[in-house]
């Protein structure tokens, strides 16, 4: 599995970005997809995932209402939209893929995502 995130860049507190990760190497019908990130100092934490198949999302509380999560499963490329950005946001985002019942173990390169305020 290679995962390739893109998309990431500076923005003014309030703006938007749209983080994109493509996925190749196998069918991903069974996996979960998901982005991570993290701050200079801290440790990497959840953002969101997706079930492949289905389309069900989850979301940490800290972006709930201002981010999204959705795919293309034809190109197979994951989207993370965010909106309403915070300074708090600045982080190396991640994503990730995991089977449904199993713990990520496939990592994409990071992208660094920085919201000035």
């Known amino acids: 599995v290679q995962l390739q995130a893109s998309g990431g860049g500076l923005v003014q507190a309030g703006g938007s970005l749209r983080l994109s990760c493509a996925a190749s190497?196998?069918?991903?019908?069974?996996?979960?997809m998901g982005w991570f990130r993290q701050a200079p100092g801290k440790e990497r934490e959840f953002v969101a995932a997706?079930?492949?198949?289905?389309?069900?999302?989850t979301y940490a509380d800290s972006v709930k209402g201002r981010f999204s999560i959705s795919r293309d499963y034809v190109k197979n490329i994951v989207f993370l939209q965010m909106n309403s950005l915070k300074p708090e946001d600045t982080a190396v985002y991640y994503c990730?893929?995991?089977?449904?019942?199993?713990?990520?173990?496939?990592w994409g390169q990071g992208t660094l995502v920085t919201v000035s305020s």
């Open positions: 997706i079930v492949w198949r289905g389309g069900d999302t």
């Open positions: 190497g196998r069918t991903f019908s069974s996996y979960v």
């Open positions: 990730a893929a995991k089977i449904l019942a199993g713990r990520y173990n496939y």
